[in-house]
């Protein structure tokens, strides 16, 4: 963090960068791992805005009685899950290249939570149709035959859980949504590792804790002493409905 005088020079300085008119959108790609897999989606939004403040980047404020920076995040990720793949539009008002702005930001954030990529958005939110997650689970009985079990569960439909929505509980069919999966045993870890693309648009989005709730139902996993069994869960990608890398 700067000291007190050096952010208010810095300040000054930013005012007299060129003026953007209008404003220009840039993107922020960010991973958020480890401990900080269970911050709410609010609390991130108030880190950034402290964070965007002191690493004194020349971002837009809205106009009107009570003026902030515009932040508007991509597709939603669950607390307790972590990803390397998050998204985050701000809008600039001065000229600053995208390095800089990386730069300064990974100044004021850590490795759990950090800048992997700035740059000028060329696809829309609205765009975005899949994202990609890699699980482990690790449960009593881990075996090839746990993954062999765990694979014909969430391939077979229908497969019915509980989506909670806007109109209310609502029951849906999971494997629809589910466009590939991949599950393996390794017995290095003992885990059993799943790689799966799932459905993630503005209108058809699965959580994969889905994913994890219907192998607690069917196969009473994951329902003992936390110590002995658990699960992660990380976001690796996001692409598009044509299954283009999302950028």
């Given at each position: 963090?700067?000291?007190?005088?050096?952010?208010?020079?810095?300040?000054?300085?930013?005012?007299?960068?060129?003026?953007?008119?209008?404003?220009?959108?840039?993107?922020?790609?960010?991973?958020?791992?480890?401990?900080?897999?269970?911050?709410?989606?609010?609390?991130?939004?108030?880190?950034?805005?402290?964070?965007?403040?002191?690493?004194?980047?020349?971002?837009?404020?809205?106009?009107?009685?009570?003026?902030?920076?515009?932040?508007?995040?991509?597709?939603?990720?669950?607390?307790?899950?972590?990803?390397?793949?998050?998204?985050?539009?701000?809008?600039?008002?001065?000229?600053?290249?995208?390095?800089?702005?990386?730069?300064?930001?990974?100044?004021?954030?850590?490795?759990?939570?950090?800048?992997?990529?700035?740059?000028?958005?060329?696809?829309?939110?609205?765009?975005?149709?899949?994202?990609?997650?890699?699980?482990?689970?690790?449960?009593?009985?881990?075996?090839?035959?746990?993954?062999?079990?765990?694979?014909?569960?969430?391939?077979?439909?229908?497969?019915?859980?509980?989506?909670?929505?806007?109109?209310?509980?609502?029951?849906?069919?999971?494997?629809?949504?589910?466009?590939?999966?991949?599950?393996?045993?390794?017995?290095?870890?003992?885990?059993?590792?799943?790689?799966?693309?799932?459905?993630?648009?503005?209108?058809?989005?699965?959580?994969?804790?889905?994913?994890?709730?219907?192998?607690?139902?069917?196969?009473?996993?994951?329902?003992?002493?936390l110590s002995k069994e658990w699960y992660?869960?990380?976001?690796?990608?996001?692409?598009?409905?044509?299954?283009?890398?999302?950028?």
């Amino acid at each position: 963090m700067l000291p007190e005088n050096s952010k208010i020079n810095e300040m000054a300085r930013l005012k007299k960068l060129q003026k953007i008119d209008p404003p220009r959108n840039i993107r922020l790609k960010f991973r958020k791992v480890g401990s900080l897999q269970y911050t709410s989606h609010l609390d991130l939004q108030r880190t950034f805005n402290r964070v965007i403040v002191r690493a004194c980047i020349p971002v837009w404020y809205t106009k009107g009685f009570n003026p902030h920076i515009k932040l508007v995040f991509s597709t939603p990720l669950s607390v307790g899950a972590q990803s390397e793949c998050e998204y985050l539009d701000i809008k600039i008002d001065r000229e600053m290249s995208c390095g800089e702005i990386m730069e300064r930001l990974n100044h004021e954030l850590t490795e759990e939570l950090c800048i992997t990529d700035v740059y000028y958005p060329i696809d829309d939110f609205s765009e975005i149709g899949y994202a990609e997650y890699d699980m482990k689970i690790h449960t009593v009985g881990n075996s090839e035959k746990m993954a062999e079990d765990i694979k014909k569960i969430l391939i077979t439909s229908p497969l019915m859980l509980t989506k909670r929505t806007k109109a209310g509980d609502k029951e849906i069919d999971i494997i629809p949504l589910i466009k590939s999966i991949d599950v393996r045993y390794s017995s290095d870890e003992d885990t059993v590792n799943i790689n799966t693309v799932l459905r993630a648009s503005a209108t058809e989005f699965l959580n994969p804790e889905m994913l994890v709730t219907a192998l607690k139902n069917s196969l009473g996993i994951l329902s003992t002493d936390l110590s002995k069994e658990w699960y992660e869960i990380v976001r690796k990608e996001i692409f598009k409905e044509d299954m283009a890398v999302f950028r």
